[in-house]
């Protein structure tokens, strides 16, 4: 089972619709959390960090379940420039210190 | 601008070649990484260096080799000996290595392609 595990996609939303995703992780020692957006062909940048009582920043909402382990970002009003793929990022704990784990990206695609 | 470079942005090698990818960055971050991505797929950890003439292997080091002789760079060098080194590659930096409180910077990737 991967540490960090993501839906894949592609999700199809018209402009203007709410879309969210999960992210789910295996570790309970996870620490922090992150949601990076990533352009084609482009380097992940950071889109939120997630905290534990939820956040939000204008149309996108971060939300951290730690009982059921899982993490969400909801995008209301989409953007034709909200296509991308999300990358949700954990920070897990070992012996040896910490560790950054990718899921393998959702890809979002908003048309007209 | 403070940021991280990396060279050159794509790359052509013929098997058995080695090759060297450059990342330098100029935000006096101490921890440096190199990740993996192949398409479809998330990052997967090559290498890290959380200071200077340290460096430690990560998930995927076979094949792969680096150096941290100077804070700003961490060159890596892909040698022959890996196996299907086709990827996009990523350099990455943050104050304190995978320090939670601390988000990576990545730089803008170098495309490796194999022929």
């Known amino acids: 089972r991967k540490e960090v595990e993501q839906d894949p996609g592609p999700f199809n939303v018209p402009e203007g619709a709410t879309v969210a995703f999960n992210c789910t992780y295996s570790?309970?020692?996870?620490?922090?959390f992150f949601w990076y957006r990533q352009d084609c062909r482009k380097e992940p940048k950071l889109l939120m960090s997630?905290?534990?009582s939820g956040n939000e920043d204008g149309r996108f909402t971060a939300q951290l379940n730690r009982a059921s382990q899982y993490i969400s970002l909801l995008i209301r009003d989409s953007k034709l420039s909200d296509s991308a793929t999300y990358l949700c990022?954990?920070?897990?704990?070992?012996?040896?210190?910490?560790?950054?784990?990718f899921g393998g990206g959702t890809r979002l695609m908003v048309k007209p | 601008d403070g940021g991280i470079t990396q060279s050159p942005k794509y790359l052509f090698r013929k098997e058995g070649q080695n090759v060297t990818l450059s990342c330098e960055q100029n935000?006096?971050?101490?921890?440096m990484y190199w990740y993996r991505q192949d398409p479809g797929q998330g990052l997967r950890l090559i290498y890290y260096?959380?200071?200077?003439?340290?460096?430690q292997k990560g998930d995927i080091a076979e094949g792969y080799s680096v150096s941290r002789e100077k804070k700003e760079s961490f060159p890596l060098t892909v040698t022959s000996a890996q196996k299907n080194p086709t990827a996009f590659y990523l350099c990455?930096?943050?104050?304190?290595?995978?320090?939670?409180?601390?988000?990576?910077?990545f730089g803008a990737g170098s495309r490796l392609t194999v022929l």
């Open positions: 260096s959380q200071i200077v003439n340290d460096f």
């Open positions: 570790n309970s020692a996870s620490q922090s």
């Open positions: 990022v954990v920070n897990i704990r070992y012996n040896a210190g910490n560790m950054l784990t």
């Open positions: 990455a930096s943050n104050d304190r290595a995978f320090s939670g409180a601390n988000v990576l910077t």
């Open positions: 935000l006096n971050h101490d921890a």
């Open positions: 997630v905290y534990s």
